[in-house]
């Protein structure tokens, strides 16, 4: 759409002082092709945008500008994205201007995705520049996604494969498959033999068979023959549905620190060489809790590839192999 179907910004800042002296709930629609979009009193002397939606989103913001709230409606929901100071139209009209442009050709399908890529924005514009992730930190997230690709191509994870990633929300393994297998996925150099195992739980299965999953990948020079993580994600997030699951991918970026709007990582390429997969089970090389003494914990070792080999599988199953754990 062009700006001049979205009303100025002087319209915002004036609409959001004569609506500060209405009832909340008082608002005024705002143009969009195929949303309705409305810019209202919330109360509380605050402001913000309204927009309607068929099904319930998920959303959250650490922009200290605005916050996103969810409600129920009788023929839906509603995203309202209201100011979170009161009084702060000066600030925040640029930004409610912003979203309503981008907004304005959005449909039902592409409404959160916008909502985010401008709270992404205006978090980068104005937030403190937050430092790239260490060389290390980069290979093993992409180590995760390139396996999060591979379950998301055989469909292991059925109708939800971005919940079965949990590495990121802090569980002891990388990714749990409902009804398959737990995956504990391991990134390390091309030529390297060892594999470091951070503590006693990463190896260890309780309730489900458990896989190791060995990503072998380097940062190259040339980036012609490697690939960007931001080049990884959007791969990602083209095989995704339109159900919510681009919104929580990228919360769980968040949450590993990966700052997909940072343009400096499109100049870092990493290049995979393989991934190897191997069933974590009896006589497998590994420490678990009940191999330590009362009084230890957090036991850092490494393990070498090639005693692994007895239990490498040419990839992931569709169904958990064994039950020998």
Same mark, same amino acid.
């Given at each position: 759409?062009?700006?001049?179907?979205?009303?100025?910004?002087?319209?915002?800042?004036?609409?959001?002082? /004569?609506?500060?002296?209405?009832?909340?709930?008082?608002? %005024?629609?705002?143009?969009?092709?195929?949303?309705?979009? +409305?810019?209202?009193?919330?109360?509380?002397?605050?402001?913000?945008?309204?927009?309607?939606?068929?099904?319930?989103? +998920?959303?959250?913001?650490?922009?200290?500008?605005?916050?996103? =709230?969810?409600?129920?409606?009788?023929?839906?929901?509603?995203?309202?994205?209201?100011?979170?100071?009161?009084?702060?139209?000066?600030?925040?009209?640029?930004?409610?201007?912003? @979203?309503?442009?981008?907004?304005?050709?959005?449909?039902?399908?592409?409404?959160?995705?916008?909502?985010?890529?401008?709270?992404?924005?205006?978090?980068?514009?104005?937030?403190?520049?937050? =430092?790239?992730?260490?060389?290390?930190?980069?290979?093993?997230?992409?180590? /995760?996604?390139?396996?999060?690709?591979?379950?998301?191509?055989?469909? @292991?994870?059925?109708?939800?494969?971005?919940?079965?990633?949990?590495?990121?929300?802090?569980? =002891?393994?990388?990714?749990?498959?409902?009804?398959?297998?737990?995956?504990?996925?391991?990134?390390?150099?091309?030529?390297?033999? %060892?594999?470091?195992?951070?503590?006693?739980?990463?190896?260890?299965?309780?309730?489900?068979?458990?896989?190791?999953?060995?990503?072998?990948?380097?940062?190259?020079?040339?980036?012609?023959?490697?690939?960007?993580?931001?080049?990884?994600?959007?791969?990602?997030?083209?095989?995704?549905?339109?159900?919510?699951?681009?919104? @929580?991918?990228?919360?769980?970026?968040?949450?590993?620190?990966?700052?997909?709007?940072?343009?400096?990582?499109?100049?870092?390429?990493?290049?995979?060489?393989?991934?190897?997969?191997?069933?974590?089970?009896?006589?497998?090389?590994?420490?678990?809790?009940?191999?330590?003494?009362?009084?230890?914990?957090?036991?850092?070792?490494?393990?070498?590839?090639?005693?692994?080999?007895?239990?490498?599988?040419?990839?992931?199953?569709?169904?958990?192999?064994?039950?020998?754990?």
């Amino acid at each position: 759409m062009n700006d001049f179907e979205t009303p100025p910004l002087d319209w915002f800042v004036v609409q959001a002082e /004569e609506l500060r002296s209405k009832s909340a709930g008082v608002g %005024k629609r705002v143009h969009a092709e195929f949303l309705d979009l +409305r810019f209202q009193n919330f109360g509380s002397n605050r402001v913000g945008l309204r927009i309607a939606l068929d099904t319930r989103p +998920r959303i959250a913001t650490t922009l200290q500008l605005v916050r996103c =709230d969810v409600r129920r409606v009788s023929d839906g929901w509603v995203l309202d994205v209201v100011e979170r100071e009161q009084g702060a139209s000066e600030q925040a009209a640029p930004f409610f201007r912003d @979203l309503a442009r981008r907004l304005g050709q959005a449909n039902q399908e592409t409404a959160l995705v916008h909502v985010e890529s401008t709270l992404g924005a205006w978090r980068t514009a104005f937030a403190a520049r937050r =430092d790239l992730l260490s060389d290390e930190e980069m290979i093993g997230l992409f180590g /995760e996604l390139e396996v999060l690709g591979v379950i998301l191509d055989r469909g @292991l994870a059925g109708s939800e494969p971005i919940p079965s990633w949990t590495g990121p929300g802090g569980s =002891d393994h990388d990714f749990t498959l409902p009804g398959l297998y737990q995956i504990e996925c391991k990134a390390t150099a091309p030529h390297s033999e %060892k594999l470091h195992i951070s503590n006693e739980d990463q190896l260890e299965s309780k309730d489900m068979s458990l896989y190791l999953a060995c990503v072998r990948a380097a940062i190259v020079q040339d980036a012609r023959s490697g690939t960007t993580l931001p080049e990884v994600v959007h791969q990602i997030e083209s095989k995704l549905r339109d159900d919510g699951s681009v919104q @929580l991918f990228h919360q769980k970026l968040d949450a590993v620190h990966f700052d997909r709007l940072d343009r400096r990582y499109e100049d870092v390429a990493i290049e995979l060489t393989s991934i190897d997969y191997y069933e974590v089970r009896d006589g497998a090389p590994r420490i678990v809790p009940g191999d330590l003494h009362a009084g230890v914990s957090r036991v850092k070792y490494q393990i070498r590839t090639n005693d692994l080999a007895p239990y490498k599988v040419p990839e992931l199953p569709h169904a958990s192999i064994s039950k020998r754990m």
